[in-house]
């Protein structure tokens, strides 16, 4: 293994791609370079909040490494790591469909990139480590809650078999920054932090984008627009390292190497998302600029995973026109890809790369249904309805608002038609599918309007005298129809009650069922051991089907820990999400007392990234899911249907 002082740095990229010859560190255009070099900017007082062991083994670091006071000094941003180089990227971004020209790594820093014992090459980089040159009106800095989330969704996510940016450690410090967490003009001074960040690149489709020439629509254009040259060594660069067989294929022909590299992108692009959807994530802001090259889940900010199913699902609050909503996300990310053959298109004709797209939508079709089949414990046959079987579980959840991730995963306790006791076992997993069903109070507060009565009456007045600027302005049309549709439903659903929705949910749940087992049934062959089938179907099952995710409230819940200095949430929520698949390891040593503040409920939304979070009972419904009900600091149980009060969470 490797110490600090001895990782093996080999910085290529800052080889093979052009840096800025200006020395200044402070917010300008970057034009004629890929990279800006950089300086430490130190915090007070670092401090280890987390560290994932897995991460750090990347880089040959063990645990003595990790447990040394120099730990801190050097992934705080404070010292040097010897070999090291540091720079901050630059790249442009499309947000919200709109070109937004020059961006960069506002609060992140290159370290370099180290090479392994195995030869595997990784970028590290800090990020929150202070201000650069691509910083605009911002500190550079990250904050407590923003780093534990992003710090830990990076590992929950590779260890649900993602690929994904890794995250070696959270780093926090007594330097404070100024937020004003609620937009409210009552700014607060919260921590500064720092998390280190591993991944084979960062190049991101923005990468690309710094040689867009001017945008009609935003009246911008990239910081170096028409310089071909640059932008054939950062292809050149990019497939000869991350696409090496491409490379090799087509050592001659620039023009066919590059299109192999495009539909390699969109290839590993359409598998990413189709992995998202299968597990209900929601990344929040999929602009360009958040779109990894080498096809892995890149910067963590206001993401999400669903609780109660919904397609329409938004998690970041801020995004009023539902652009980065659940269901749109496969479209969105074919969007992006057509964005980046739009900036690569000095190299390779633009047409040419769009004429592909279609390839995207196979490979996505392909990869979820493959997925999906999995889910369900359909292995033996590919039927022609199983997509409308999986499109009618998806809708069932979606009319009960039943928990996401609890539903897929109670379903490998059903017995093959046939087997001994299967009746039981349908009857006990209707009743576990309606327990996971919202209450007719939790649906009533879904469909409560949010908007304020002042803003529906404006929209409302331009929806008749101007929908062009309504639908350039809070949403415009999406949002405004959002919101009727809620009043509408708000008044179908004032005389609800439990009794009258867990009837209808029972019903619309024994018929789905009833499908489901009769779709089972042709699993089973004459000759069939159903034991050893039952075996099977439950072990493929519960590899696809996580136990755990990092749903918003247990991230809360161990922010608002950490916060008071008690970093322990931190590490045991690491640990669950190291298992999520598994029912049989030891988790013991993740149980906590609950807190004195249990049931506390608090918001935080911001620039950094926030979540509301609280406390509440676990069902005792849940507990059949649960071998030992592993609980957190709150003293809820981490698989346990979500408390009231995850309705209101908000992040932004």
């Given at each position: 293994m490797a110490s600090l002082e001895s990782l093996n740095f080999d910085n290529l990229v800052l080889r093979s791609l052009p840096i800025d010859s200006a020395e200044e560190i402070?917010?300008?255009?970057?034009?004629?370079?890929?990279?800006?070099?950089?300086?430490?900017?130190?915090?007070?007082?670092?401090?280890?909040?987390?560290?994932?062991?897995?991460?750090?083994?990347?880089?040959?670091?063990?645990?003595?490494?990790?447990?040394?006071?120099?730990?801190?000094?050097?992934?705080?941003?404070?010292?040097?790591?010897?070999?090291?180089?540091?720079?901050?990227?630059?790249?442009?971004?499309?947000?919200?469909?709109?070109?937004?020209?020059?961006?960069?790594?506002?609060?992140?820093?290159?370290?370099?990139?180290?090479?392994?014992?195995?030869?595997?090459?990784?970028?590290?980089?800090?990020?929150?480590?202070?201000?650069?040159?691509?910083?605009?009106?911002?500190?550079?800095?990250?904050?407590?809650?923003?780093?534990?989330?992003?710090?830990?969704?990076?590992?929950?996510?590779?260890?649900?078999?993602?690929?994904?940016?890794?995250?070696?450690?959270?780093?926090?410090?007594?330097?404070?920054?100024?937020?004003?967490?609620?937009?409210?003009?009552?700014?607060?001074?919260?921590?500064?932090?720092?998390?280190?960040?591993?991944?084979?690149?960062?190049?991101?489709?923005?990468?690309?984008?710094?040689?867009?020439?001017?945008?009609?629509?935003?009246?911008?254009?990239?910081?170096?627009?028409?310089?071909?040259?640059?932008?054939?060594?950062?292809?050149?660069?990019?497939?000869?390292?991350?696409?090496?067989?491409?490379?090799?294929?087509?050592?001659?022909?620039?023009?066919?190497?590059?299109?192999?590299?495009?539909?390699?992108?969109?290839?590993?692009?359409?598998?990413?998302?189709?992995?998202?959807?299968?597990?209900?994530?929601?990344?929040?802001?999929?602009?360009?600029?958040?779109?990894?090259?080498?096809?892995?889940?890149?910067?963590?900010?206001?993401?999400?995973?669903?609780?109660?199913?919904?397609?329409?699902?938004?998690?970041?609050?801020?995004?009023?026109?539902?652009?980065?909503?659940?269901?749109?996300?496969?479209?969105?990310?074919?969007?992006?890809?057509?964005?980046?053959?739009?900036?690569?298109?000095?190299?390779?004709?633009?047409?040419?790369?769009?004429?592909?797209?279609?390839?995207?939508?196979?490979?996505?079709?392909?990869?979820?249904?493959?997925?999906?089949?999995?889910?369900?414990?359909?292995?033996?046959?590919?039927?022609?309805?199983?997509?409308?079987?999986?499109?009618?579980?998806?809708?069932?959840?979606?009319?009960?608002?039943?928990?996401?991730?609890?539903?897929?995963?109670?379903?490998?306790?059903?017995?093959l038609p046939g087997t001994p006791g299967c009746d039981d076992a349908k009857e006990k997993i209707l009743e576990y599918l309606v327990s996971q069903s919202c209450t007719a109070e939790e649906l009533k507060k879904a469909c409560k309007p949010q908007m304020d009565p002042r803003e529906m009456q404006m929209m409302m007045m331009l929806m008749q005298v101007n929908p062009d600027l309504l639908s350039q302005l809070a949403g415009g049309h999406q949002r405004l129809l959002r919101e009727l549709q809620k009043m509408e439903q708000a008044e179908e659903l004032k005389d609800l009650t439990d009794a009258k929705k867990q009837e209808t949910d029972r019903g619309k749940w024994s018929a789905w069922l009833d499908t489901y087992y009769v779709r089972l049934a042709k699993e089973v062959t004459t000759d069939a051991n159903l034991e050893e089938r039952n075996q099977e179907r439950s072990k493929v099952m519960n590899a696809n089907n996580p136990k755990f995710v990092l749903r918003n409230y247990i991230a809360q819940n161990a922010i608002n820990a950490a916060e008071k200095g008690d970093y322990s949430e931190v590490q045991r929520v690491l640990k669950m999400l190291e298992t999520p698949y598994s029912d049989t390891n030891d988790l013991e040593s993740l149980a906590a007392k609950p807190s004195e503040d249990e049931g506390a409920s608090t918001s935080t939304a911001d620039e950094d990234s926030g979540a509301t979070a609280g406390a509440g009972p676990s069902s005792a419904s849940n507990q059949q899911q649960t071998s030992t009900a592993v609980k957190s600091c709150t003293g809820l149980s981490y698989d346990s249907k979500p408390p009231e009060w995850a309705a209101n969470l908000q992040v932004t």
């Open positions: 402070q917010p300008r255009q970057v034009k004629g370079a890929c990279f800006s070099k950089m300086k430490l900017s130190p915090v007070a007082n670092p401090d280890t909040v987390a560290v994932s062991s897995s991460a750090l083994r990347l880089l040959d670091l063990d645990e003595e490494q990790w447990q040394r006071a120099e730990f801190a000094e050097y992934f705080g941003g404070n010292k040097l790591l010897p070999g090291s180089q540091l720079a901050a990227h630059c790249y442009c971004g499309h947000q919200f469909g709109y070109f937004a020209g020059q961006l960069g790594d506002g609060a992140a820093m290159y370290l370099g990139e180290v090479v392994n014992k195995a030869g595997k090459r990784w970028e590290i980089q800090l990020k929150g480590s202070g201000l650069t040159p691509y910083s605009r009106q911002a500190d550079g800095r990250k904050v407590l809650r923003s780093s534990i989330r992003e710090f830990l969704c990076s590992e929950a996510m590779h260890h649900l078999g993602i690929s994904t940016t890794r995250a070696g450690c959270c780093i926090t410090s007594d330097t404070k920054v100024i937020r004003d967490v609620f937009y409210s003009g009552n700014p607060i001074r919260e921590k500064a932090t720092v998390i280190l960040r591993i991944a084979p690149t960062f190049i991101r489709f923005g990468s690309f984008e710094i040689f867009k020439p001017l945008d009609p629509m935003s009246g911008r254009q990239g910081p170096s627009v028409g310089r071909k040259d640059i932008l054939d060594k950062m292809l050149d660069y990019t497939i000869k390292t991350f696409y090496p067989k491409v490379y090799e294929d087509h050592p001659e022909d620039t023009g066919a190497r590059n299109l192999a590299f495009y539909k390699e992108v969109m290839r590993l692009t359409a598998m990413l998302v189709a992995e998202w959807q299968c597990v209900g994530f929601c990344h929040g802001v999929l602009n360009t600029d958040n779109m990894s090259i080498a096809g892995a889940t890149i910067d963590y900010g206001p993401f999400g995973f669903m609780d109660a199913y919904n397609p329409d699902h938004i998690c970041n609050t801020s995004d009023d026109g539902g652009r980065y909503s659940y269901k749109k996300q496969p479209e969105i990310c074919r969007w992006n890809l057509g964005k980046l053959a739009e900036a690569i298109s000095m190299s390779l004709p633009e047409q040419e790369a769009k004429a592909e797209l279609p390839l995207y939508d196979e490979c996505y079709q392909r990869h979820y249904m493959e997925k999906m089949r999995k889910k369900l414990g359909l292995l033996r046959v590919a039927e022609d309805d199983d997509k409308a079987l999986i499109e009618s579980f998806l809708d069932t959840m979606d009319q009960t608002k039943a928990d996401f991730t609890n539903c897929f995963r109670c379903l490998s306790q059903l017995l």
